[in-house]
Structure formats: C-alpha cells, structure tokens
C-alpha cells in the first residue's frame, strides 16, 4: 500500500434494505403498507481513497432521509469506519416505493427500519472499504431523450399547475429546461469487478401501489450488471425537483404500459423498465469511451447555511385546519379539488399548520467530494432545473454532478420565479422564496474552495 499511497483506490460494496411487510411506504399523502416486493432495496456503496483521504459515496433507495435520521447514521459510519462524518456522502435515489420513517403509522415498525437501516449501511461502509483496490477514472457524458419532462406547466388562466392531465388543452408549456444528460464516472480496477457512476436526474415515481421496489435507478443498475461483464454500479440521482416520467403531449405508443393513477399521474412498470433501459443505453453509447484522467486529490466539504421557514398568515390557518382534518378522517371527497390539485391543498395545509409556531429558519447542509477534477455536490433535498444547471457550469470544473437528497432530505427548493405562480413544489415548500438561490451559492462556493 506504501508504494501506491498517491494512486486512486476505489471500492465497491451493496447491500440489501428491503423492509419487512406492513412498513408504510412515503410518496404520497396518504397511507400505504408494504404489502408485496416487486424488486429489492439496495444500499449501493462506493469508496474512494488518495493517500491518507478516504470518502464514502452511499446511495440508498429511499424516498429520502431528513438530516434528523441521517445524522445518527453518518456518526454511526464515522464510528465505525474511521472515515469523518464530513466525508460521508449519503443519497437517496428518491424512489415512492420504499419505507417512510416519519410519523408513528404503525407503532415500532417505522424505528425497528431505522435501526435496520442504520446497521445495514454501516455495513455497507464497511464492505467498501475492504474492498479498495487500485483503480483509475474516466468520465464521459450520455444521452437519455424522451424520458423525462418538466412538470410544471403555464396554464391560459396564468397560473402553474404541477403534473397538468395529458393532452390538456390549458396547458401553454413547460416552466423550465430539462437536462437529458447522463453522466458516467467509469472506475476500473486492477482486480475485481469494476465500479460505474451513473447519474441522471428525473423523479423515480413510475411505480405507485403498495408494492416495495427501486423503480427505475433499480432497473438501470440491474441492466448495466447484465450488459456488460464484470461490471457494478452505484447510481446517484440529479436535480429532480420539477422533472418527471410524464409527457402531456405523447405521442404514439407512448402510454403503453401506463395507466392513470389515483392523483391523474400516469404510472406502469412495464414504462419503469423503458426508463431504466434508457438510461442504462445512454450509458453504454459512452462506456467504451470514457475519457481517463489523473486523480491526483480527493477532497470532501460540507457548508451549514440557514434560510427562513415558510410560515403562514394567521388567516391562512382556518382553511389550513379544515383540509387537514378532513384528509385525516379519510373525507377527501370534501374537499373542493381532485386529483394533482388535492394534493396540492393536502400539502399546503400540512405545511401551515406544520410550521404555526416557528421555526422562523432552517440549517441546511450542503455537501462536495471531488474526485481530481470531478466534482458531485449534496443538497438535502429536491432541487429544480435551475439549481442544476448553476452548478453544471460551475467554472473550472469539466463535469459537476449535483446530487439530490444528500444528506438530508428537507423538502423542495424551487427558484424565486417558481414562487410568483404557485404549484404544489412552492405550495408545500417549507422555505421562502431565495433558497433555491441560497443552496446554488452555497454549492458555488464549495466548488470555488475545492479547486
């Protein structure tokens, strides 16, 4: 180890986290057990290691992990492993068939997970690094079309409506950009299996039902391991925030394999498994011609920022506590909206009377890891476009890879625009407007302090 102690380690490790059956399930606002597995949770580790540096890159299937649950597990790893807290890079693919960890649903079962899960991915630490071998990087980019839409769509009447029903005839067009780029970080090692990054950005919400299963990122690792030979791969999911699987204006052959869900969202597993092979091919269109660099650092930073909370108006309240209370005794029927709209006012009003009495701010934990000149940022929780492409074009970085759901999972951050017409994202958003703005500088100046 001596002789190579400036040379790039890489180690790889998975393990499994699937719940036991009556776990309830986040995603949606309502209540949903575990009550079947179409495909296994994963916790996907890799470990990376330059000299004296080591940093763990774990990737969870999960809906999200808030900073209240990822603390104790980053300590437990650090505990464990040696490896800093600041250096722990955890990321949940974002998927809405996995456990929900807040809220007592059924009595011990939401604690006996995390438990399960705090034990599971300090075993996964573990295994990677054990694992380390030599290895060199290469990087390349992809593309994955046609999979992924902004969700956000102007109506004629000027409003923003999240998820608008196919073929609406109110719908203008879409708020925002989507990016269709599928990053690879090819790790091949001098013995064992070699190690794919993959990184894309889009909600992993093509599922729906009561059923556990990694969605899509699942079907993307899972074909990748089958196409090519002795390969493993751990997958990182983007900006994600306002960007999903639904096409309002398809085209032919498009709904195959989709069928219209409870809240007017579009869902299927036959079109999980088109996403994850779509992602999974833009990944092979550039495997073979990464471009390898020299990894002479590896680097991790973590910044503490606060921003205020998104507290309501005393008036707001009545109408807030109503919602609520009629969602809570299963009478949505009496509330005056349907589908994406329902839980649009669902959300709000949780988020009211969530927030009645403080906190007047939140710390919100933003995290990067370099790998020589390539960099991924954490941000807890569920970036728009906006904040992705900032950071993409971070100057002096020839590929950033911003993260979703990152050591923490504290809700959405959409940009300052977002907030002038409101959609579920700003309507259930527990910061004011700014923090889309303040997570874009705060990553900035991490990359800024790393080169």
């Given at each position: ?25 986040g ?54 492993t040696?490896?800093p ?24 079962a ?58 609406n ?17 090819r ?45 493993r ?31 007017d ?5 036959e ?37 205020p ?6 008036e ?13 005794e ?11 709209m ?54 002096g970085?020839?590929?950033?890879l ?32 700014g923090?889309a ?15």
């Amino acid at each position: 180890m001596s002789e190579n102690k400036n040379r790039l380690y890489a180690g790889f490790s998975r393990v499994n986290i699937t719940p036991a059956m009556g776990t309830p399930l986040g995603g949606y606002y309502k209540v949903r057990l575990a009550d079947g597995v179409t495909d296994e949770l994963e916790a996907n580790a890799l470990a990376l290691s330059h000299g004296e540096t080591r940093v763990l890159l774990i990737s969870v299937d999960h809906l999200g992990l808030k900073q209240v649950y990822q603390d104790p597990i980053r300590r437990f790893i650090a505990e464990r492993t040696g490896v800093p807290e600041d250096s722990i890079f955890i990321a949940c693919t974002h998927t809405h068939t996995a456990p929900k960890l807040e809220g007592e649903i059924v009595p011990n079962a939401q604690e006996t997970y995390f438990q399960f899960l705090k034990s599971r991915l300090a075993d996964a630490a573990a295994f990677a690094l054990a694992d380390l071998k030599p290895a060199r990087m290469g990087w390349a980019v992809g593309q994955a079309p046609g999979i992924a839409f902004i969700r956000r769509f102007l109506m004629k009447d000027g409003t923003v409506c999240t998820n608008p029903r196919p073929e609406n005839p109110d719908i203008v067009g879409p708020v925002g950009q989507v990016d269709e780029s599928v990053s690879l970080l090819r790790f091949v090692r001098e013995e064992g299996p070699e190690i794919l990054l993959v990184h894309f950005g889009c909600h992993p919400d093509t599922v729906g039902g009561n059923r556990v299963s990694a969605d899509w990122p699942g079907f993307t690792r899972r074909i990748l391991e089958r196409s090519l030979d002795n390969v493993r791969c751990v997958f990182f999911n983007g900006v994600q925030g306002d960007i999903n699987h639904l096409n309002p204006f398809h085209g032919p052959g498009y709904l195959n394999g989709l069928t219209m869900d409870f809240d007017d969202v579009l869902r299927g597993y036959e079109h999980t498994e088109h996403m994850g092979r779509t992602v999974a091919g833009a990944v092979m269109q550039v495997y073979a011609k990464v471009n390898y660099v020299e990894v002479d650092s590896i680097r991790a930073m973590q910044r503490v920022i606060r921003h205020p909370s998104n507290r309501p108006l005393p008036e707001e309240l009545p109408q807030a506590r109503l919602y609520n209370q009629l969602h809570q005794e299963h009478r949505d029927s009496e509330i005056p909206y349907e589908g994406m709209m329902l839980t649009t006012v669902v959300a709000e009003a949780e988020r009211m009377l969530e927030l009645e009495h403080g906190p007047d701010d939140f710390a919100l934990r933003v995290s990067a890891v370099s790998v020589g000149d390539i960099a991924l940022v954490g941000i807890p929780g569920e970036p728009f476009s906006d904040i992705g492409r900032d950071l993409k074009e971070a100057p002096g970085w020839p590929l950033v890879l911003p993260c979703c759901c990152t050591n923490g999972y504290e809700g959405y951050f959409p940009p300052m625009n977002a907030y002038e017409n409101g959609s579920y994202e700003t309507r259930s958003s527990i910061f004011r407007s700014g923090v889309a703005e303040a997570i874009s500088g705060a990553g900035l100046e991490l990359l800024e302090t790393m080169k």
